[in-house]
C-alpha cells in the first residue's frame, strides 16, 4: 500500500531533484560516457549487475552470426585455419593483456576461472615443493575455497585461512602460496595486490590473484605488482557474455619452468603430431586444455575491441566516485531504513560494487528488479549493486536510489510475489 509522503520528505525529493542535475553534470563532463554506447542496455533499466553479467557488446550478435553462419555453416572444419579459430585463445589474451597490466604473451584465454584457478594454484605449489603452506582468505568465493581445500589435499599441503587483513603478517618462510581475490565478491573490498605480492616475495612465496571482481573495472598492473599469476572471469565487468572463457595470467618468468596439471592435447607443444607423450608448448599455450570455446570467443573478441582504447586509470576513479555516490545517497535519503554498509567506508580500499545488508535484502532487491533496477542478491541478507564505470552513469545511481527510496517507503518489497526464490539469485 503506498504510504502518504510527509513535507519533510516532499522537501527531501526537491532537493534530491535539485541533486540530480548535478549528476546529469558529472555526466557531461565524464570522458567515458561515450563508452555506454558500445553496449547494448535495455531501455527503462537500470543495471547494476555488470559485476556478474556485463551487457552484450554492440556487434556482438553479427560477430556470432558471422561465426555460425559463415565460418561454421560453410566454411566449417576448415575454419579452424582459415577463420583463425585455433589461434583465439592467444589472440584474445594479447587483446586482454593491456586491461590488466601484463605483456601481451603473458595471458590466455581458455576454459572457466575455476579450472584456471585449479591449473595455477596446482603449478605454483610444484614450482615451491618443499613449503606447506597456502595461506588464503578465509571467506573467498566458494570456488576459490573449495578449489584451494582440493589442490592442497592432492599435494599433502595445509590450507592456512586468514583475514586477508593479516595477509603481510602472517606469509612466512612455509608459505608456498599465497592466494586471494583483487576484489571481494561479497564486501567488495579490494586489497593491496602489490603491497602482498611484495611480502610475498620477499618470504620466497608465490601470488595468485583471482581478478574476477576486478578485471574491466579496476587500473589493474600485473607486471607493475611483479605477480606471479593471476586467473579471472570475462563475463563480469569485460563484458564477454554468459558462460565466457576465462583467462590466466603467468609472469613471464615462469614461462619454462611451470608444470601444469591438466595436460591436455592443446597445451602439447605440437597437438596434430599426435605424439604419445606430453610435451608442453613454450608459455601460456601450455594452459589449454582442450578444444576453445569458439562461440563464446566470437562475442568476447568483440567485448574486448569495445574496451581497447579504455583509460583504465580513469575507470578506477570513476568506479570509486560512483560507488561513494550511491553509498552517500543510500545513507542520506534511506538513514534508519535498517541498510548496514557491509563494504569498505574508504573508496581506495572497495572495488566498483557496494553491498548494504538488511534483513529483508532478498525482497527489497526482487522490488527493485521489478521496477527495472537490477541488481543480486547474495545469502543471508547481502544486497549487492555493481557500478561498472564503462556503462553506468550518475543519474543511473541518482535513480537508483530514488526507486530505493520508494521501495522502502511504498513498503513494496511486502509484495508476496518478491518473497519467491529461484535458483539464481
Ligand atoms: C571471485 C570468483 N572466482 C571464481 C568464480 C568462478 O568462476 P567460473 O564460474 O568462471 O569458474 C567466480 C564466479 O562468480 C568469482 O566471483
Redesign the pocket.
Known amino acids: 500500500m503506498p504510504v502518504r509522503r510527509s513535507r519533510d520528505e516532499y522537501v527531501r525529493l526537491n532537493m534530491a531533484r535539485f541533486h540530480r542535475a548535478e549528476c546529469e553534470q558529472r555526466d557531461a563532463a565524464d570522458p567515458l560516457a561515450p563508452i555506454r554506447d558500445r553496449f547494448v542496455i535495455p531501455a527503462h533499466v537500470i543495471y547494476l549487475d555488470g559485476n556478474?553479467l556485463g551487457p552484450m557488446p554492440v556487434g556482438a550478435a553479427a560477430a556470432m552470426t558471422r561465426v555460425t553462419e559463415q565460418e561454421w555453416g560453410q566454411r566449417l572444419i576448415r575454419s579452424w585455419n582459415e577463420s583463425g579459430w585455433i589461434d583465439a585463445p592467444l589472440r584474445l589474451g594479447r587483446a586482454l593483456a593491456a586491461a590488466v597490466g601484463a605483456r601481451a604473451d603473458e595471458v590466455i584465454v581458455a576454459d572457466?576461472?575455476?579450472?584456471n584457478?585449479f591449473q595455477l594454484l596446482v603449478a605454483a605449489l610444484q614450482l615451491r615443493p618443499d613449503r606447506s603452506t597456502i595461506v588464503a582468505a578465509d571467506d573467498?568465493?566458494p570456488?576459490?575455497r573449495y578449489l584451494v581445500d582440493s589442490a592442497a589435499a592432492l599435494l599433502q599441503r595445509r590450507v592456512e585461512r586468514i583475514d586477508p587483513a593479516d595477509a603481510i603478517a602472517r606469509i612466512s618462510r612455509d608459505t608456498a602460496v599465497v592466494v586471494f581475490?583483487h576484489v571481494h565478491?561479497r564486501s567488495g573490498l579490494m586489497l593491496d595486490m602489490a603491497a602482498i605480492t611484495r611480502a610475498a616475495h620477499a618470504q620466497g612465496a608465490l601470488a595468485l590473484w583471482?581478478l574476477?571482481?576486478s578485471a574491466g573495472a579496476a587500473n589493474l598492473d600485473l607486471d607493475g605488482a611483479d605477480v606471479d599469476f593471476a586467473?579471472g572471469?570475462t563475463?563480469?565487468y569485460l563484458n564477454g557474455g554468459p558462460g565466457a572463457p576465462?583467462f590466466s595470467f603467468v609472469h613471464e618468468r615462469f614461462h619454462t619452468s611451470m608444470a601444469t596439471p591438466l595436460t591436455g592435447w592443446l597445451g602439447h607443444d605440437d597437438p596434430f603430431a599426435f605424439e604419445a607423450t606430453y610435451r608442453p608448448a613454450p608459455g601460456v599455450r601450455r594452459l589449454q586444455v582442450g578444444t576453445p570455446h569458439i562461440l563464446s570467443m566470437a562475442a568476447l573478441e568483440v567485448a574486448l575491441e569495445a574496451v581497447a582504447d579504455v583509460d583504465w586509470g580513469r575507470v578506477r576513479a570513476k568506479a570509486m566516485a560512483l560507488t561513494q555516490l550511491f553509498i552517500d545517497l543510500v545513507e542520506s535519503r534511506l538513514p534508519h531504513a535498517g541498510f548496514v554498509l557491509a563494504s569498505p567506508a574508504d573508496p581506495h580500499r572497495r572495488g566498483a560494487h557496494v553491498s548494504f545488508d538488511h534483513r529483508h535484502g532478498f525482497e527489497i532487491i526482487k522490488a527493485l528488479i521489478a521496477r527495472g533496477v537490477i541488481g543480486d542478491f547474495r545469502v543471508p541478507n547481502t544486497c549487492r549493486f555493481g557500478f561498472s564505470p564503462l556503462i553506468t552513469r550518475y543519474v543511473d545511481v541518482w535513480d537508483a536510489v530514488d526507486h530505493l527510496v520508494c521501495v522502502i517507503e511504498n513498503e513494496e518489497w511486502r509484495d508476496p510475489a518478491h518473497s519467491v526464490r529461484s535458483f539464481v539469485t
Open positions: 556478474s572457466s576461472t575455476s579450472i584457478l573467498d568465493f570456488s576459490d581475490s565478491y583471482d574476477s571482481h586467473v572471469c563475463y563480469k576465462a
